[in-house]
Nanobody, 125 residues
Framework: QVQLEESGGGSVQSGGSLRLSCVASGFTYSTGWFRQAPGKEREGVACISQPDGTAYVADSVKGRFTISADNAKNTVYLQMNNLEPEDPAVYSC?????????????????????WGQGTQVTVSS
């Protein structure tokens, strides 16, 4: 069993930056970041294959968000720059993740992976 713990959320002004961290209790092969705002469906933001660093970032955040991993620390980061009023949500990490053409990043189905509790990101204009 793997436990995931997110940190780094908070409140920033529009245009500001935050770095989210997802620390795993053990080795993970791939980890993704997902966000869900009130009244909206969960969106796959980014997914990284940790052995080789292959990364996917959703078009909605491309150029502003970067996913990276420090395998020695079992930690995956989401660097979020130039935050916009459309970005506030609960951001959660999950393992494993996958990328499907035309769909984007997907997290594990129930019983087939692990999710963190999430961290709140708020952006004020």
């Amino acid at each position: 069993q793997v436990q995931l713990e997110e940190s780094g959320g908070g409140s920033v002004q529009s245009g500001g930056s935050l770095r989210l961290s997802c620390v795993a209790s053990g080795f993970t092969y791939s980890t993704g970041w997902f966000r869900q705002a009130p009244g909206k469906e969960r969106e796959g933001v980014a997914c990284i294959s940790q052995p080789d660093g292959t990364a996917y970032v959703a078009d909605s955040v491309k150029g502003r968000f970067t996913i990276s991993a420090d395998n020695a620390k079992n930690t995956v980061y989401l660097q979020m720059n130039n935050l916009e009023p459309e970005d506030p949500a609960v951001y959660s990490c999950a393992t494993p993740c996958s990328v499907v053409d035309g769909v984007g990043a997907l997290g594990p189905e129930a019983g087939f992976g692990y999710w963190g509790q999430g961290t709140q990101v708020t952006v004020s204009s």
